[in-house]
């Protein structure tokens, strides 16, 4: 039977750009397709949509399902539906895939029309920047002019929090969720050990394996698995594999004997069947650039001058990816210019992957807030 | 969106004394602000740009609700992520004698906050002192809790109150003490039930 607090059956929609794009690399994307989905209905006002901004390995597709048999939902249909957090009732919601991604935006394996070939190694660099500026051209062409409210986590909340800032005036609200005003040197040395693993895998061919008829197989499974590492705490970890065996008894070989290597090779497997190996470079380049402050002397109260959203900042105390103390660098810049903010530091134990659990006051806390934003009176 | 608790609050003799030394449109952080009531009320008479302080997550989801921001952070650990004299007034309303560490709350109200502003229930009052000598713990409209499940840990007199004030070059500028709604000029730390003081931190004297 149909949920009913869910959004239902879905259908993707694409948008075609033939504008030039000139990204913060400086090179220009000569034109550009945007997958996206909708969920709920654009008011007359145009005055109640939302963005949703996916992380690392989203994509569009964030609620509901395409068919009725589908085996999951999704990625955040724990929060998007009629009656859920992100209420549909009231709001109109869009989720997209973001440039350089994989799930049919333009990304390194659509045709560069330049070459008729794939882009492969030479799709450009993409930036948190360049996707607010392509997401503020798909608003364009669904004719908001301004957004109610901008979601995203992890890297998704980076996208939210460059949104306040390049288009001031085209978003009231925006909720950064276990995100950080740049990675830390840490966080930058596992995107690297991640690309490593990509790029000297021997089906790599330089980012051209499209037509080498191969797929860097290993290298997108091992950076998926170090991933998945530091997406969970050591206590969730813990909990969930401990030193459990598979078999119930060591084999003294190579083979996966303990649970939580049956988890990262079974995850690692699943992803590198999924997603591009091209995008998850640039997908984890764009975290590792982003850095509103840098232009500013590394003054991030400075940065955040601009903006005039309101602002709801969430944190994880288990997520030591992107730590508390990350989003409190947020939560003081935004003190510091007096602009609107709330800040939650949710107690969870699942680390990082926390912000798409539905955890009862995590959920509680968005649609406190989310419910007292004005939509206007075109609802 | 908050007119039911500003409607309550404004029942509120504390807030109201509170409000009548809050300069219009000015701002205000509340340490342990609850469900943001008093801010509310500030906001609403007064204009005032306000922040809550508090580490429950009740009164997190009860500050959003009524669209007060709120930070949600344990005071105990200070007030790192607030400027220095960010604020015009920090306000502790009933909350000091629930803090460990009393001293270090009172200097950083007064290193993020140009004034503060504290309320706190007189230990002194004449019925807690009957009770004591009793031979039981007071209890009372200020004081709700039994001694073994009150949150309370550092109850002081209006007395002791001033003295630390003195020990830490506070200078209190206004005190009003009431005692059930009433103002009480006589015999305060004998007659009032509850303390309301606003205080600034004195230039330390320069030594040779």
Same mark, same amino acid.
């Given at each position: 039977?149909?949920?009913?607090?869910?959004?239902g059956?879905?259908?993707?929609?694409?948008?075609?750009?033939?504008?030039?794009?000139?990204l913060?690399?400086?090179?220009?994307?000569?034109?550009?397709?945007?997958?996206?989905?909708?969920?709920g209905?654009?008011?007359?006002?145009r005055?109640?949509?939302?963005?949703?901004?996916?992380?690392?390995?989203?994509?569009?597709?964030a609620a509901g399902?395409?068919?009725?048999?589908?085996?999951?939902?999704?990625?955040?249909?724990?929060?998007?539906?009629?009656?859920?957090?992100?209420?549909?009732?009231?709001?109109?919601?869009?989720?997209?895939?973001?440039?350089?991604?994989?799930?049919?935006?333009?990304?390194?394996?659509?045709?560069?029309?330049?070459?008729g070939?794939?882009?492969?190694?030479?799709?450009?660099m993409v930036?948190?920047?360049?996707?607010?500026?392509?997401?503020?051209?798909?608003?364009?062409?669904?004719?908001?002019e301004?957004?109610?409210?901008?979601?995203?986590g992890?890297?998704?909340?980076?996208?939210?929090?460059?949104w306040? @800032? #390049?288009?001031? %005036?085209?978003?009231?609200h925006?909720l950064?969720i276990? /995100?950080?005003?740049n990675?830390? &040197? *840490?966080?930058?040395a596992?995107?690297?050990?991640?690309?490593?693993?990509?790029m000297?895998?021997?089906?790599?061919f330089?980012?051209?394996?499209?037509e080498?008829d191969?797929?860097?197989?290993?290298?997108?499974?091992?950076a998926?698995?170090l991933?998945?590492?530091?997406?969970?705490?050591?206590?969730?970890?813990?909990a969930?594999f401990?030193?459990?065996?598979?078999?119930?008894?060591?084999?003294y070989?190579?083979?996966?004997?303990?649970?939580?290597?049956?988890?990262?090779?079974?995850?690692?497997?699943?992803?590198a069947t999924?997603?591009?190996?091209?995008?998850?470079?640039?997908?984890?380049?764009? @975290? #590792?650039?982003? %850095?509103?402050?840098?232009a500013?002397?590394?003054?991030? /109260?400075?940065?955040?001058?601009? &903006? *005039?959203?309101?602002?709801?900042?969430?944190?994880?105390?288990?997520?030591?990816r992107?730590?508390?103390?990350?989003?409190?660098?947020?939560?003081?810049?935004l003190?510091?210019?007096?602009?609107?903010?709330?800040?939650?530091?949710?107690?969870?134990?699942?680390g990082h992957?926390?912000?798409?659990?539905?955890?009862?006051?995590?959920?509680?806390?968005?649609?406190?807030?989310?419910?007292?934003?004005?939509t206007?009176?075109?609802? | 969106?908050?007119?039911?608790i500003?409607r309550?609050a404004?029942?509120?003799?504390?807030?109201?004394?509170?409000?009548?030394?809050?300069?219009?449109?000015?701002?205000?952080?509340?340490?342990?602000c609850?469900?943001?009531s008093?801010?509310?009320?500030?906001?609403?008479?007064?204009?005032?740009k306000?922040?809550g302080?508090?580490?429950?997550?009740?009164?997190?989801?009860a500050?959003?609700?009524?669209?007060?921001?709120?930070?949600?952070?344990?005071?105990?650990?200070?007030?790192?992520?607030?400027?220095?004299?960010?604020?015009?007034?920090?306000?502790?309303?009933?909350?000091?004698?629930?803090?460990?560490?009393?001293?270090?709350?009172?200097?950083?109200?007064?290193?993020v906050?140009?004034?503060?502003?504290?309320?706190?229930?007189?230990f002194?009052?004449?019925?807690?002192?009957?009770?004591?000598?009793?031979g039981?713990?007071?209890v009372?409209d200020?004081?709700?809790?039994?001694?073994?499940?009150?949150?309370?840990l550092h109850?002081?007199?209006?007395?002791?109150?001033?003295?630390l004030?003195?020990?830490?070059n506070?200078?209190?500028?206004?005190?009003i003490?009431?005692?059930?709604?009433?103002?009480?000029?006589?015999?305060?730390?004998?007659l009032?039930s509850?303390?309301?003081?606003?205080f600034?931190?004195?230039?330390?004297?320069?030594?040779?």
């Amino acid at each position: 039977m149909q949920d009913s607090s869910s959004v239902g059956i879905v259908a993707p929609q694409t948008a075609h750009f033939q504008q030039p794009l000139t990204l913060k690399s400086g090179e220009v994307l000569p034109a550009f397709d945007i997958i996206y989905e909708t969920y709920g209905a654009l008011n007359s006002t145009r005055s109640n949509a939302v963005l949703i901004c996916h992380a690392l390995s989203g994509n569009h597709h964030a609620a509901g399902k395409h068919q009725e048999d589908d085996k999951h939902p999704g990625w955040w249909d724990n929060l998007i539906g009629p009656g859920r957090p992100l209420d549909t009732n009231k709001f109109f919601v869009i989720a997209l895939n973001n440039l350089g991604g994989c799930h049919g935006s333009t990304g390194p394996a659509s045709i560069n029309p330049a070459t008729g070939k794939p882009w492969g190694s030479q799709f450009p660099m993409v930036t948190v920047e360049d996707w607010v500026a392509s997401q503020a051209r798909l608003l364009d062409y669904l004719g908001i002019e301004q957004l109610a409210a901008v979601v995203g986590g992890s890297l998704g909340g980076m996208q939210a929090l460059q949104w306040t @800032l #390049d288009f001031p %005036d085209r978003v009231r609200h925006a909720l950064v969720i276990a /995100s950080a005003p740049n990675l830390t &040197a *840490q966080n930058v040395a596992f995107n690297e050990v991640a690309r490593q693993a990509i790029m000297t895998d021997p089906e790599f061919f330089d980012g051209d394996y499209y037509e080498h008829d191969t797929v860097p197989r290993r290298g997108l499974r091992i950076a998926r698995m170090l991933g998945h590492i530091t997406y969970l705490s050591d206590d969730a970890m813990g909990a969930k594999f401990g030193r459990k065996l598979r078999d119930g008894s060591l084999k003294y070989n190579f083979e996966v004997e303990f649970e939580m290597e049956s988890y990262l090779r079974y995850q690692g497997d699943k992803f590198a069947t999924a997603f591009d190996a091209n995008s998850y470079l640039r997908m984890t380049k764009a @975290l #590792d650039y982003f %850095d509103p402050a840098f232009a500013h002397h590394g003054d991030l /109260s400075l940065a955040l001058s601009k &903006a *005039q959203a309101d602002f709801l900042v969430v944190s994880f105390t288990s997520d030591w990816r992107f730590s508390p103390a990350r989003s409190r660098e947020i939560v003081k810049a935004l003190l510091d210019n007096e602009f609107a903010v709330s800040y939650a530091e949710v107690t969870a134990a699942h680390g990082h992957d926390a912000f798409l659990m539905p955890d009862p006051h995590y959920h509680q806390i968005l649609r406190t807030y989310l419910a007292n934003i004005n939509t206007g009176a075109g609802t | 969106m908050s007119t039911e608790i500003v409607r309550e609050a404004e029942n509120r003799r504390d807030f109201a004394l509170i409000a009548e030394w809050v300069q219009p449109k000015s701002k205000v952080l509340d340490l342990g602000c609850g469900d943001g009531s008093l801010l509310a009320f500030l906001r609403d008479k007064l204009e005032v740009k306000g922040y809550g302080v508090d580490k429950d997550d009740a009164n997190l989801l009860a500050c959003i609700s009524n669209g007060i921001s709120v930070i949600q952070m344990d005071l105990e650990a200070g007030l790192a992520g607030f400027d220095s004299l960010s604020f015009d007034y920090v306000v502790l309303s009933q909350t000091l004698q629930a803090m460990v560490n009393t001293e270090g709350v009172l200097r950083e109200m007064l290193r993020v906050g140009k004034q503060g502003i504290i309320t706190f229930p007189n230990f002194g009052y004449w019925r807690h002192r009957i009770q004591l000598m009793a031979g039981h713990m007071p209890v009372s409209d200020n004081l709700p809790h039994q001694w073994y499940n009150t949150p309370n840990l550092h109850l002081c007199t209006i007395d002791d109150f001033e003295a630390l004030c003195a020990k830490m070059n506070i200078r209190i500028t206004d005190r009003i003490v009431i005692n059930e709604g009433d103002t009480v000029s006589f015999m305060p730390n004998l007659l009032g039930s509850l303390a309301i003081y606003r205080f600034e931190q004195a230039a330390w004297p320069i030594s040779y």
